[in-house]
Every structure is written in C-alpha cells, then in structure tokens.
C-alpha cells in the first residue's frame, strides 16, 4: 500500500512540474519567442558561472571537511615515496584542474551570445597546438620518471635480513603463518589441506613445517623498523592485502605466490599517540572482490619493538604441537579458535 | 546494398507518397523487424532508456545500504522479496546488485545505448548514405542485443540470483558454484548474455565501418566527415578488434566451469575439498578481460567526445578548432587504448619491468586526451554561444572529462596505484570519466538530435533542470569520494562499521546516498520529458532548426526509409562552415557549392 501511494505522489510531482515546464514553453511563444531566448541564454550563462564559483568553493569546504577524516602519514618507510609523489601529482594535476576549468567557465560567460554578437572564424592555429601537445607530454615525463623511481623502489628485492611471513587468504578471513625458529617456511600442498587440522595443507615430511607458527586470527606481527616481506597467496579465489597506512597492497592468487616488502616505521604504541586514538589499529583489508564475506575480510597488524616481539613468539606453539602434542589446555583452546575461525 | 540500389526503394517509397496514397507499412516492419537505421537507433535508445533505469534504480538500493548499513527499509523487501527481508539487502544480494549495476550501465548503456542509438542514427544521415551497409545485419545487431537483455533480464529473477563477482567476473570467484551463490546459473545466464552481447557488438560495428568507408556520398571525403563519425569510426574499430578477445575469455571461462578444463583454476580448495584443477593461471583471465576492458571505456568515450565536438561547435556558431588535430588524436586513443591494459592489473604481481611499461603508455594517452580538451576550450573561445540544453550537457561533458580524465594520471602511475587501486578512488576516477561524462554526451545527443528522431522538441525547461541537478549532483557524489579512496577505502564492501579506518566516512556515505537518490529522480523527470516529447513535444518546423551545416538537417522533417527524397546531396564543402553566407545567415551548409574564388578549407 504504502509503495502505492509513494508511486502516486511520485507520479503527481512529475505531473506538476511537466506542467509549468509546459507552461513556460507556452509562455515563451506568447512573449515572442526571441526576446525569451535571449533572456534564457544570458540565464544560463549566469547559472553556469554560479555553479562553477560555488563548485570551487564546494571543493575548498569539502577538503576541510574530509582531511580531518584521512588516514595519517605513511607508516612505511617505502610508503614516504607515495605520500611526496601524491602530493606533486596532486599539485600538477590541481593547476591543470583550475586553469582549463577556470577557461572553460570564463568562455562560457564572456563569450555567450548577446543581440548582434558574431563568432570569429577560427579553425586552427599550429604553433598553439604544438605547444600545448607538447607541455602535457614533458610533464607526463616528469611524472613518469618520479613513478618508475618509486616503483623500482617498492619492487625491487626485499633485503636479506627481512622477516618473512606467508600471508593466505581464504573465504573469509586471512591465515598467517611465521617460519619458526629455523626461519624457513616448510612446503605446503593444497591436497593436504583440511580445516581441522592443516588449514594450510602444510607437508609434514618437510621438517621445515615442524615449527612452522600459523595464526587463524588475522593478526601480524611485525617487528618496528625492520623490513618483513610478505609471502602472500589463496587458497580458494582471488583475495587482496591491502594494507593502506603501508600505502602497500597485493592480489592473493591461488597456484601464484606473489610477494610485497616493507618497513614499518611506527609501533602500534606509537601510532595510537601519534594518531590519539587509544584504540588505533592497522588494519588488513581484503581488496579484491572474494564473494559475500568480501567485506568482513578483516585483518590486523601489530607493529612492535624487537623485544615484544620476540616474547610473543616465545609464547606461540607451532601448528604441528597444537595439532600433535597431548593436548595441554592451551593447544585445546587453539584448536577450538581454529575451528570456529573456519567459516 | 549499395546506394543506388537503395535510391531505388527509397524513390519507389517516395512515390508513393507524392500520390498520396497510403501504402501502410506493416506495423512488425516497420516498428519491431526493421531495417530502417533510424527506426534501430530509437530501438536501441528506447532499450538503452529501460536499462538505464533499471541500472540506476539498483544503485539507489545498494547506496540505502551503504549510507544506512544500521536502518531498514521496507520498500526494498517489495522490490526485491527474499533478497531484502525486514527491508535489509542480504550481502549476497548487494554484490549481485552491484554486478548488475556495474554490467548494465557499461554494456547495455553506454556501449549498446549509446553507440548502438548514435551511430546508427546518423552515420548514414551525415556521410550521406540511404541506409547501413547491410539494413539486415543492422536489424541483427539490435536482435541480438534484445536477445542478451532478456537473458540478462532473466538471471534477475531466478532462485540462486544473477551474477555476484563484479562486473569484471574474475575467476576462480566466477568460476566456481561453491565459490558464491551468484556463480551458479546467474553466472551462466550472465556469461551466455554476454556472448550474444559481443555478437551484436560486432555485427553493428562491422557494418559501421564498412558504411562510413564505403557508403559516403559523393564529395563526402573523409576530411570533410563531421567528427562524430570519425568519433563512431573509431568506436567500432576499437569494439570490433577488442570484443572478440573478450569473447575468447568467456569461453574459456565456460570451459572452465562446465567442462573440467583448468585455464583458470589452479591449485583451489574450496567446499571442503581441493580440486583437481592445477596449472591455469587466474590472471589469464584479467589480461584477456582488460583487453577488451580498457578498449571499453573508450567505445564509451568516443562517441561522447564526437557528439560534444559537433554540439560545442555548433552552438558556438564557430568550425571546431583544430579539426585535424582532433581526428589525429582520436586515432592516438584508439592505437594507445589497447596498449595499457595491464593498468588494470598492477597489484597482480606482474613483472615490475611489465609495469614500467605500462606506466609510460598509460600516461601516453594523457597527451591526446589533453589536445582534446584544449581543443574544446578553443572552440568555444571568441564563439557566439547558445545555451541549448544539448549544450549544456555539452559542457558538462567536457569539464566532467577533465576531472575524471586527471585522476587517470594517478591510478595510471604503478607507484600510486599500489594505495588507490580498488579503492573508493577508481570508483570516483570512473565514474566522473566514464560513467557521468559519457552519459553527458549521451544527453548532449539525445537533446541536440532528438527533433530528427522524433520530428518534436523535448521541453527545454525540463531539460535545464535535469542538466543542473544532474551536474551538480553528480560532483556531489562522486567528487568526496576521492577522499575516501585516498583513505584507503575498499570498493564492493557491503558494510564499513567494523573497520576502523573507514568508519568515520559513515556520514559522508549516508550524505552521498540523499544525493544519489535526488539525481536518480531527476533522471526519471528526463525519462518522463523523453517519452511525454515523443509525443506532445513541441514540433519541428524548420527543416534545420539548430542552423548546423551537417547532412542530416537536409532530410525531410519526417525523413522516410532512404532518408532523402529526391537524390543524395552531393558535399562540396567541411562540416564546420561556420561562416558568414553572405545572405546574413552564419553557417554555410555541406552541400553548397563554393562560391567562386573560394577556397575549400
Ligand atoms: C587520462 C586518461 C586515463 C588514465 C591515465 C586512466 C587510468 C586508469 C587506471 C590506471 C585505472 C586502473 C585503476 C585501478 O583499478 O587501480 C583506471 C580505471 C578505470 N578507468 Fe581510467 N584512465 C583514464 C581515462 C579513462 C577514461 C576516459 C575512461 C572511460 C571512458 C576510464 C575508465 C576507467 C574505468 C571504467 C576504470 C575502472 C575499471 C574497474 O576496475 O572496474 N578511464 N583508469
Ligand atoms: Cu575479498
Ligand atoms: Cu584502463
């Protein structure tokens, strides 16, 4: 009923308005149909004018208003690249904005049609349009070689001496597993995946994977001023890292290991006094579409000094002892977390 | 058929009215199984119109959700039953929603609509022809495209949904039943859909090109072509090499679902088991998507950016300005258009050396689309404008294009794209681009050229308070979302309330859905406006009512099957003459003859 009487007010509202549309055509014809052209052109131009000032003044209101809102400075050290290099984008583009849109609505006023008013024959002028092919494409260039500086940087290998953790999506939540004391991370096998007890289809006739650590709760642990290199890969679709107070991100593609470096540069301690929110945390994103969960996909990041770090690792148990030892009361809870973490 | 052949119909057709008896053509001819390119173009328009409405009316649903993640709204549970209980949209349902919305407006809209109504009108109309190169195949293209909306149209209704994976469907989420309920038969209807889409697609651009290439009158050389037919032109170019890899993606994609095949699928557990599939690569799937893909935006550009050319110069009673360099930088998008594919694909663990490349082509691209703008802004410059509401939208167009086509420059960089990639930006980057600024031009055309369509105007006040809501409503949306981008806000999340670093957007969300649902009905005033004009409309007088010197005001106000009565003119002169005819008129018209002593330009 109520979808009834909506569709009829809708439909009354139209009627309405079509109708003093209609009328002011009417009206048009009777008052002689130049003069009400005339009136309308300069209406117009008038309104174009208005919408531009008050859109530029929009934009200056809606930028005080948003930054408040923004994420805070990179909390990577290869992150720095990308907050310089978006600001001189910002900047180059920005006078590019203001200029053509600035011409655009100046012609528009200075050049509408008045009684007797005549347009210049003008079909082309070379040199003016060398120019201005010209000038886009150095500034491209200069754009290009910034990019490419910062791209190489971010791309190039990850330092020798970088923890590595594997980073897995799955729908929907992220499975992290750190390599142990022997720092390598052990094979894993998709076919020997099972979600009671191989999440990640570790082999274990890999001694490697014996103290392989993994974490169901979507937390990483990092270690404050020194590079990690993420092993990141799916188990099921496409899923995405996205990790913006880094300014990094990266596809999780199942049979395809891909790879993303970084060096934090702030612990969580120090963000939630930099930021002033007691309760600041860094938060993985999943960013490639993954099917409904998509946007539950929720991880976090704990950036911490060496020394807590080491004693939060001290305090993991390997996903082998969880599933194998004689179950300790804390293995039990483990495994009643991994289970539940599942689906 | 060529046009002789046709004169021949067309003149046995105008006979028959001289003798002013009534020879009724059958109404299924002439108005469902035609072969008249006009009667094409109003089809896919019409079609064009009802998706658009429907594309729309989707976002208005998914934007409640976005903006009100914490309300209910019963209505929607009467739109949409089961998908929307207790008047919340399910999350299966929001990314369904999403996906159509997002298949709809690219394909049905701005590629069927758009191309499909202008191209179709008035490339025979300006280069001179009594019809398409083959009417029949022409009538096949539009068959098809019906044919993939009712499939489309189907997959909204069936149990397990339509297609939930983006528009962009990638695999494995698309190619596996278990991997969400949407790819099951909705992705299957959506794929078989689809198919049919590329066929039309392809049979309308064959028959575009070969009609501006063969089919021009006499004189109509191919520097003397109005820029919206080098602008349809080059559209069909770029569809008919691109689509077919399009094409060729989709059916590895049905292999991959319905016949064990594994060019996409490797090394998957889900369900509870592993598959066996091992050894495709997923990304396969974004290369051969994005080949098309990025080709795609501009099918839906270009002829935008043709029709704004010829209404910015023809309300501005002044030629186009540099007419040769924007033909030149209409073929420097088209060659540019299929080598940067892959900036759609930076984050996907590509080879660094790969991306440079990509980064430099991409940018490339900037430089003509640059030209164009200047060259716009000089049209208009020292012009005599007239505010028609086709002119507006004209304008609109162009500064829309140099907002969206800016931030191009960012996400075009790897470097930046790494952070803006898949978030909140693209989705502002696109649809200021593409989606508002291609549906700009779309109304430039549809106001400017609606008197030839239909023989009526559409009502100009209407038409002034569509374009300002529109535009101002369409910044409003999309400008603030940059902000969220940079914040780092993923796209295609159905609820932002748990993260942390996006929750405080919740207020700009709900500010931006009022808005969303403003403009959604300032479009339904245009809709209205549209179909109360068809009929009711002021009529057209004049022969020529916007003084534009192109072929098609040389028809008759009603221009039957063969578009002229007597013969085809002959084109003696460029279609921007803007200049004084010595009889106090300000344009020179194509198929005068130059006057003696002048110059051809
Ligand atoms: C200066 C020219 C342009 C450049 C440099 C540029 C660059 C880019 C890049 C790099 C992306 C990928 C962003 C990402 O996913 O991370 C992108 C996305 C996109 N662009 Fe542009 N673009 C330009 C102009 C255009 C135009 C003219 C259109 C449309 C007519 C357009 C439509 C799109 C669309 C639809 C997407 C998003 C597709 C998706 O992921 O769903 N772009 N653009
Ligand atoms: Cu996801
Ligand atoms: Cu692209």
């Given at each position: 009923?109520?979808?009834f009487i909506?569709?009829t007010?809708?439909?009354?509202?139209f009627?309405i308005?079509?109708?003093i549309?209609k009328?002011?055509e009417?009206?048009?014809?009777?008052?002689?149909?130049?003069k009400?052209k005339?009136?309308?052109?300069k209406?117009?131009?008038s309104?174009l004018?208005?919408?531009?000032?008050l859109g530029?003044?929009g934009?200056?209101k809606c930028?005080?208003a948003?930054?408040?809102?923004?994420?805070p400075?990179?909390?990577?050290v290869e992150?720095?690249?990308?907050?310089?290099m978006?600001?001189?984008?910002l900047?180059?583009?920005?006078i590019v904005?203001?200029?053509?849109q600035t011409?655009?609505?100046?012609?528009?006023?200075?050049?509408?049609s008045r009684?007797?008013?005549k347009a210049?024959f003008?079909?082309?002028?070379?040199?003016l349009?060398?120019?201005w092919?010209t000038?886009?494409?150095i500034?491209?260039?200069?754009?290009v070689?910034?990019?490419l500086?910062?791209w190489?940087?971010?791309?190039?290998?990850?330092?020798k001496d970088?923890?590595?953790?594997e980073?897995v999506?799955k729908?929907?939540?992220?499975?992290?597993r750190y390599?142990?004391?022997?720092?390598?991370?052990g094979k894993?096998?998709?076919?020997?995946?099972s979600d009671e007890n191989?999440?990640l289809?570790?082999d274990w006739?890999?001694k490697?994977n014996?103290?392989d650590?993994?974490s169901?709760?979507g937390e990483?642990?990092?270690?404050v001023?020194?590079p990690?290199k993420?092993?990141i890969?799916?188990?099921?679709?496409?899923?995405d890292?996205?990790?913006?107070?880094?300014?990094m991100?990266m596809?999780?593609v199942?049979?395809?290991a891909?790879?993303?470096?970084?060096?934090p540069?702030?612990?969580?301690a120090?963000?939630k006094?930099?930021?002033?929110n007691p309760d600041?945390?860094?938060?993985?994103s999943c960013?490639?579409m993954?099917?409904k969960?998509?946007?539950s996909m929720r991880?976090?990041?704990i950036v911490e000094?060496?020394?807590?770090?080491?004693?939060w690792?001290?305090k993991?148990?390997?996903?082998?002892?969880?599933?194998n030892a004689?179950?300790t009361?804390?293995?039990?809870?483990a495994?009643v977390?991994?289970?539940?973490m599942?689906n | 058929?060529?046009n002789?052949?046709?004169?021949?119909?067309?003149t046995?057709?105008?006979?028959h009215?001289?003798?002013?008896?009534?020879?009724e053509?059958?109404?299924?001819?002439k108005?469902?199984?035609?072969?008249?390119?006009?009667?094409?173009?109003?089809?896919f328009?019409?079609t064009g119109?009802?998706?658009a409405?429907i594309?729309?009316?989707m976002?208005?649903?998914f934007?409640?959700?976005?903006?009100f993640?914490?309300?209910t709204?019963p209505?929607?549970?009467?739109?949409?039953?089961?998908?929307?209980?207790?008047g919340?949209l399910n999350?299966e349902f929001y990314?369904?929603?999403?996906t159509?919305h997002?298949?709809?407006?690219?394909?049905?809209v701005l590629?069927a609509?758009l191309?499909?109504?202008?191209?179709n009108?008035?490339?025979?109309?300006?280069v001179g022809?009594?019809?398409?190169?083959?009417?029949f195949?022409?009538?096949l293209s539009?068959?098809?495209?019906f044919?993939?909306s009712?499939?489309?149209?189907?997959?909204?209704f069936?149990e397990?949904g339509?297609?939930?994976g983006g528009?962009?469907?990638?695999p494995p989420l698309?190619?596996l039943k278990?991997a969400?309920?949407?790819?099951g038969?909705?992705m299957d209807?959506?794929?078989t859909s689809?198919?049919?889409f590329?066929?039309?697609?392809?049979l309308?651009?064959l028959?575009?090109?070969?009609t501006?290439?063969?089919m021009r009158?006499t004189?109509?050389?191919m520097t003397r072509?109005p820029?919206?037919?080098?602008?349809f032109?080059?559209?069909?170019v770029?569809?008919?090499?691109s689509?077919?890899?399009?094409?060729?993606?989709?059916v590895l994609l049905?292999f991959?679902r319905?016949?064990g095949?594994?060019f996409?699928?490797?090394?998957?557990?889900i369900?509870?088991?592993a598959?066996?599939n091992?050894g495709?690569?997923a990304?396969?799937?974004q290369?051969l998507?994005?080949f098309?893909?990025?080709p795609e935006v501009?099918?839906?550009m270009?002829p935008?950016?043709?029709?704004a050319?010829?209404i910015?110069?023809n309300?501005s009673r002044?030629p186009?300005?540099?007419?040769l360099?924007?033909v030149?930088?209409?073929?420097g998008i088209t060659?540019?258009a299929f080598l940067v594919w892959a900036?759609h694909m930076f984050?996907?663990?590509?080879?660094?050396?790969?991306?440079?490349?990509f980064v430099?082509l991409?940018?490339?691209?900037?430089v003509?689309s640059?030209v164009?703008?200047?060259?716009w802004l000089?049209?208009?410059?020292?012009g005599n404008?007239r505010?028609?509401?086709?002119?507006?939208?004209?304008?609109?167009?162009v500064?829309?294009f140099?907002?969206g086509?800016?931030?191009?420059i960012f996400?075009?960089n790897?470097?930046?794209?790494?952070?803006?990639?898949d978030t909140y930006?693209?989705?502002a980057?696109f649809?200021?681009?593409m989606?508002?600024?291609?549906?700009?031009?779309?109304f430039?055309g549809?106001y400017h050229w609606?008197?030839k369509?239909?023989?009526?105007?559409?009502n100009n006040?209407?038409g002034y308070?569509?374009?300002f809501i529109?535009?101002i409503?369409?910044?409003?949306?999309f400008?603030?979302?940059?902000?969220?981008?940079?914040?780092?806000m993923?796209?295609?999340?159905?609820?932002?309330?748990?993260?942390q670093s996006?929750n405080?957007?919740?207020?700009?969300?709900a500010f931006?859905s009022?808005?969303?649902i403003?403009?959604?009905?300032?479009q339904i005033?245009?809709v209205?406006n549209f179909?109360v004009s068809i009929?009711?409309g002021?009529?057209v007088t004049?022969q020529?009512?916007?003084?534009s010197?192109?072929?098609?005001?040389?028809?008759p106000i009603?221009?039957g099957?063969?578009n002229?009565?007597?013969p085809i003119?002959t084109?003696?002169r460029w279609a921007?003459?803007?200049?004084d005819?010595?009889e106090g008129?300000?344009?020179i018209?194509?198929?005068v003859?130059l006057?003696e002593?002048e110059?051809a330009h």
């Amino acid at each position: 009923m109520s979808v009834f009487i909506l569709i009829t007010l809708v439909v009354i509202v139209f009627g309405i308005i079509y109708q003093i549309a209609k009328a002011s055509e009417y009206a048009a014809v009777l008052n002689g149909e130049e003069k009400v052209k005339q009136q309308t052109n300069k209406l117009m131009a008038s309104l174009l004018v208005a919408f531009f000032l008050l859109g530029m003044y929009g934009i200056v209101k809606c930028h005080t208003a948003l930054m408040k809102h923004m994420i805070p400075e990179s909390a990577s050290v290869e992150g720095v690249g990308f907050d310089s290099m978006f600001t001189t984008t910002l900047i180059v583009t920005g006078i590019v904005f203001v200029i053509t849109q600035t011409l655009l609505f100046w012609f528009v006023y200075k050049y509408q049609s008045r009684p007797g008013s005549k347009a210049a024959f003008i079909s082309h002028n070379n040199k003016l349009e060398l120019i201005w092919t010209t000038i886009p494409a150095i500034v491209m260039a200069g754009l290009v070689v910034i990019g490419l500086k910062n791209w190489i940087t971010i791309t190039s290998p990850a330092p020798k001496d970088a923890q590595i953790v594997e980073v897995v999506g799955k729908q929907f939540n992220w499975l992290i597993r750190y390599p142990g004391k022997d720092g390598v991370l052990g094979k894993r096998d998709f076919r020997k995946i099972s979600d009671e007890n191989n999440v990640l289809g570790l082999d274990w006739n890999d001694k490697d994977n014996k103290d392989d650590i993994i974490s169901q709760n979507g937390e990483l642990h990092i270690v404050v001023n020194k590079p990690v290199k993420l092993i990141i890969g799916s188990r099921d679709v496409i899923h995405d890292v996205g990790l913006p107070h880094f300014r990094m991100k990266m596809d999780a593609v199942p049979g395809i290991a891909t790879t993303i470096w970084f060096t934090p540069r702030y612990t969580t301690a120090e963000m939630k006094v930099k930021t002033n929110n007691p309760d600041f945390v860094y938060e993985i994103s999943c960013d490639q579409m993954c099917g409904k969960g998509h946007y539950s996909m929720r991880g976090t990041v704990i950036v911490e000094t060496q020394a807590e770090h080491d004693a939060w690792l001290a305090k993991q148990q390997s996903y082998w002892d969880v599933n194998n030892a004689p179950a300790t009361p804390a293995a039990d809870t483990a495994a009643v977390a991994s289970t539940t973490m599942n689906n | 058929m060529n046009n002789e052949a046709m004169l021949h119909d067309a003149t046995h057709a105008s006979h028959h009215d001289h003798g002013h008896e009534h020879h009724e053509q059958h109404f299924i001819t002439k108005y469902i199984f035609s072969q008249d390119h006009k009667m094409i173009a109003k089809q896919f328009l019409i079609t064009g119109i009802i998706w658009a409405v429907i594309g729309a009316l989707m976002s208005v649903f998914f934007r409640l959700q976005l903006g009100f993640p914490d309300k209910t709204f019963p209505i929607m549970e009467k739109f949409l039953g089961e998908w929307a209980k207790g008047g919340k949209l399910n999350p299966e349902f929001y990314y369904a929603l999403v996906t159509m919305h997002g298949t709809i407006l690219v394909f049905f809209v701005l590629t069927a609509g758009l191309s499909g109504t202008f191209s179709n009108l008035l490339i025979p109309l300006q280069v001179g022809a009594r019809d398409m190169a083959s009417p029949f195949m022409n009538m096949l293209s539009y068959w098809f495209f019906f044919t993939a909306s009712v499939f489309m149209f189907i997959s909204l209704f069936i149990e397990t949904g339509p297609a939930s994976g983006g528009w962009t469907t990638y695999p494995p989420l698309s190619a596996l039943k278990e991997a969400s309920m949407g790819s099951g038969l909705g992705m299957d209807l959506w794929l078989t859909s689809m198919a049919l889409f590329v066929v039309s697609s392809l049979l309308g651009g064959l028959n575009y090109i070969a009609t501006v290439l063969n089919m021009r009158t006499t004189g109509m050389t191919m520097t003397r072509m109005p820029l919206t037919i080098w602008a349809f032109f080059f559209t069909a170019v770029l569809g008919v090499l691109s689509f077919p890899v399009l094409l060729s993606g989709f059916v590895l994609l049905i292999f991959d679902r319905n016949f064990g095949t594994s060019f996409y699928l490797s090394e998957i557990f889900i369900g509870g088991r592993a598959l066996p599939n091992v050894g495709g690569s997923a990304i396969l799937y974004q290369h051969l998507f994005w080949f098309l893909g990025h080709p795609e935006v501009y099918i839906i550009m270009l002829p935008g950016m043709g029709m704004a050319s010829e209404i910015l110069s023809n309300n501005s009673r002044k030629p186009i300005f540099g007419y040769l360099a924007m033909v030149i930088s209409l073929i420097g998008i088209t060659v540019l258009a299929f080598l940067v594919w892959a900036h759609h694909m930076f984050v996907t663990g590509m080879s660094p050396f790969l991306g440079s490349i990509f980064v430099l082509l991409t940018l490339l691209i900037a430089v003509p689309s640059a030209v164009k703008v200047f060259n716009w802004l000089t049209t208009i410059w020292k012009g005599n404008l007239r505010f028609t509401v086709g002119m507006l939208f004209a304008l609109g167009f162009v500064s829309l294009f140099i907002s969206g086509g800016l931030t191009g420059i960012f996400l075009g960089n790897s470097a930046l794209d790494i952070h803006l990639h898949d978030t909140y930006f693209v989705v502002a980057h696109f649809h200021i681009v593409m989606g508002v600024s291609a549906f700009f031009g779309m109304f430039a055309g549809i106001y400017h050229w609606f008197p030839k369509m239909f023989g009526r105007f559409m009502n100009n006040t209407l038409g002034y308070i569509h374009f300002f809501i529109t535009i101002i409503g369409a910044y409003l949306i999309f400008w603030p979302m940059h902000y969220e981008g940079v914040a780092g806000m993923p796209r295609r999340y159905y609820d932002f309330s748990a993260w942390q670093s996006f929750n405080s957007f919740q207020g700009l969300n709900a500010f931006i859905s009022v808005v969303t649902i403003i403009v959604f009905f300032a479009q339904i005033l245009f809709v209205v406006n549209f179909f109360v004009s068809i009929f009711r409309g002021k009529k057209v007088t004049t022969q020529n009512p916007w003084s534009s010197p192109t072929l098609e005001w040389t028809t008759p106000i009603h221009p039957g099957h063969g578009n002229w009565d007597g013969p085809i003119p002959t084109v003696y002169r460029w279609a921007y003459d803007y200049k004084d005819n010595g009889e106090g008129g300000d344009f020179i018209a194509q198929n005068v003859p130059l006057k003696e002593g002048e110059e051809a330009h």
